[in-house]
Each structure stands twice: as C-alpha cells, then as structure tokens.
Nanobody
Framework: QVQLVESGGGLVQAGGSLRLSCAASGRTFSSYAMGWFRQAPGKEREFVAAVSWTGGSRNYADSVKGRFTISRDNAKNTVYLQMNSLKPEDTAVYYC????????????????WGQGTQVTVSS
C-alpha cells in the first residue's frame, strides 16, 4: 500500500507559476514510475506528465509541454510538478499517482491515487 499526499495548489493569475508536491509513504517509492493527472469540472481525468523511477525519462501531454516540468527526489519520497505560464484552462484538481509502468497518455495504468489538490488560474 502507498499513501500519497499532494500540496501546493491554490489560486494564481494567468501567466503565473505554482509548484505541486506529492509526498509518498508506504512501499518503496523509488521503485515506481510516478505521474500527474488532472480533472476539470465536467471533464474526464486526463494525463499531464509522467516520470520514470530513476527520473531519467519524462513525458508530457501536448497541452502542457514546454510549460510544466515533472521531477522527483527519491531521497525525500516526493514527486513535483512545476507549472509555469499557467492558463485559465489549466484550472483543475491535480492528482498524483503511482503508475504500474512508465507510460504516457491513455496508456497509463494507475496503481494508487492521491486525494488531489485544486489549482485555479484566473484570467
């Protein structure tokens, strides 16, 4: 069992930045690929980014490529999502996830979800 706790969400103006954190506890964090997903009101949950267990491989949804950066610190059992140049359409609840394998987009299978953190971008 793995427990995930996200933090760092909030309200920011368009063009601003936020950094989300996801602290993991339980089984060996460094063995797992990790991902971030988001769900806007009235929409399905969608893939945002993934990072391999070493941190050496990363991939992003086209909608955030060049603006968001996923990273991890295995010594701290934490994965991050740095979000720059935020847009109103980035408004959503952001979820951290333990992935079955390093993956991208609709090919991702999630073993564990965090509880989510709200990100709101005002225009």
């Amino acid at each position: 069992q793995v427990q995930l706790v996200e933090s760092g969400g909030g309200l920011v103006q368009a063009g601003g930045s936020l950094r989300l954190s996801c602290a993991a506890s339980g089984r060996t964090f460094s063995s797992y690929a990790m991902g971030w997903f988001r769900q806007a009101p009235g929409k399905e949950r969608e893939f945002v980014a993934a990072v391999s267990w070493t941190g050496g491989s990363r991939n992003y949804a086209d909608s955030v490529k060049g603006r968001f950066t996923i990273s991890r610190d295995n010594a701290k059992n934490t994965v991050y999502l740095q979000m720059n140049s935020l847009k109103p359409e980035d408004t959503a609840v952001y979820y951290c996830a333990v992935l079955r394998n390093y993956c991208s987009g609709s090919g991702c299978y999630v073993n564990y979800w965090g509880q989510g953190t709200q990100v709101t971008v005002s225009s």
